[in-house]
């Protein structure tokens, strides 16, 4: 028996990298998992036919985290095709990069829609639906905590709004049960950031450890907080960044 059979999580942005992992940890620890994608129909079909070939449960939901209406919509669907929702996890995101001279009112209209304005709606829908036990984890960034270089003060921007979100949310929810927490990762071996890149080895050399993390090494944290060992873990940030934050 896995620690997530019986729940029913929906995953934001889970077709690839990061997001794909957390599914399919998910759903290997029991859960039934719905999966928003925006504009890869077929990898969202291999994400869940991998997990349907192990045995698992996943359905995957076309939703542009750009539109409000669209982000309400899927929570409401997984939640009636999957018979209730007990975990959301906040992962669609992007990586504007460039200086503040660069960055253009668009670049921030749209990062802010993704990383602030649809967690804030995907969480409002989320409620509804969840009881006592209920898990919100938002995917937040080591960046955070600290910028190394320049280009990345928009990003950094946006992710920090998760911190304070997630304290309120901590209070707001706690009287019913329902925890909430931000899982912040270091570099992380995907296709928006690979461990073989030109950058590759200036990141590497700022961790403690000397190398990237994998999307595993994200995953499972997410399904520690999404289970019962995660009960009393609420309100916080746990970083996954091979100390580059030490």
Same mark, same amino acid.
Do not use: C
């Given at each position: !028996?896995?620690?997530?059979?019986?729940?029913?999580?929906? *995953?934001?942005?889970?077709?690839?990298? %990061?997001?794909?992992? %957390?599914?399919?940890?998910?759903?290997?620890?029991?859960?039934?998992?719905? #999966?928003?994608?925006?504009?890869?129909?077929?990898?969202?079909?291999?994400?869940?036919?991998?997990?349907?070939?192990?045995?698992?449960?996943?359905?995957?939901? $076309?939703?542009?985290?750009?539109?409000? $209406?669209?982000?309400?919509?899927?929570?409401? $669907?997984?939640?009636?095709?999957?018979?209730?929702?007990?975990?959301?996890?906040?992962?669609?995101?992007? #990586?504007?990069?460039?200086?503040?001279?660069?960055?253009?009112?668009?670049?921030?209209?749209?990062? !802010?829609?993704?990383?602030?304005?649809?967690? #804030?709606?995907?969480?409002?829908?989320? *409620?509804?639906?969840?009881?006592?036990?209920?898990?919100?984890?938002?995917?937040?960034?080591? =960046?955070?905590?600290?910028?190394?270089?320049?280009?990345?003060? =928009?990003?950094? !921007?946006?992710?920090?709004?998760?911190?304070? #979100?997630?304290?309120? =949310?901590?209070?707001?929810?706690?009287?019913?049960?329902?925890?909430?927490?931000?899982?912040?990762?270091?570099?992380?071996?995907?296709?928006?950031?690979?461990?073989?890149?030109?950058?590759?080895?200036?990141?590497?050399?700022?961790?403690? =450890?000397?190398?990237?993390?994998?999307?595993?090494?994200?995953?499972?944290? *997410?399904?520690?907080?999404?289970?019962?060992?995660?009960?009393?873990?609420?309100?916080?940030? %746990?970083?996954?960044?091979?100390?580059?934050?030490?």
């Amino acid at each position: !028996m896995g620690s997530l059979d019986g729940k029913v999580a929906l *995953v934001t942005g889970g077709s690839r990298g %990061i997001g794909a992992a %957390i599914v399919g940890r998910l759903a290997a620890e029991g859960a039934a998992v719905a #999966f928003t994608y925006n504009a890869s129909p077929d990898r969202a079909k291999e994400v869940v036919r991998g997990v349907e070939e192990a045995g698992g449960k996943a359905i995957a939901i $076309q939703a542009d985290a750009t539109d409000p $209406q669209a982000v309400t919509s899927a929570v409401d $669907q997984a939640a009636a095709e999957l018979g209730g929702l007990d975990i959301l996890v906040n992962n669609a995101g992007i #990586f504007p990069y460039g200086s503040i001279e660069e960055l253009t009112l668009d670049d921030y209209e749209n990062t !802010m829609a993704i990383h602030v304005r649809a967690v #804030f709606v995907a969480v409002k829908a989320a *409620v509804r639906h969840m009881g006592e036990g209920g898990r919100i984890i938002s995917i937040g960034s080591s =960046l955070v905590e600290r910028v190394p270089g320049p280009g990345i003060s =928009l990003y950094s !921007m946006s992710k920090s709004s998760l911190v304070g #979100f997630t304290k309120g =949310l901590a209070r707001d929810l706690g009287p019913r049960g329902i925890t909430a927490t931000v899982v912040h990762p270091g570099s992380t071996d995907t296709e928006m950031n690979p461990a073989d890149s030109e950058e590759a080895e200036a990141e590497r050399a700022v961790t403690a =450890l000397g190398r990237y993390g994998t999307t595993a090494d994200i995953a499972a944290t *997410v399904a520690h907080l999404a289970g019962p060992a995660g009960a009393y873990i609420t309100g916080t940030s %746990i970083t996954v960044d091979g100390g580059v934050t030490a």
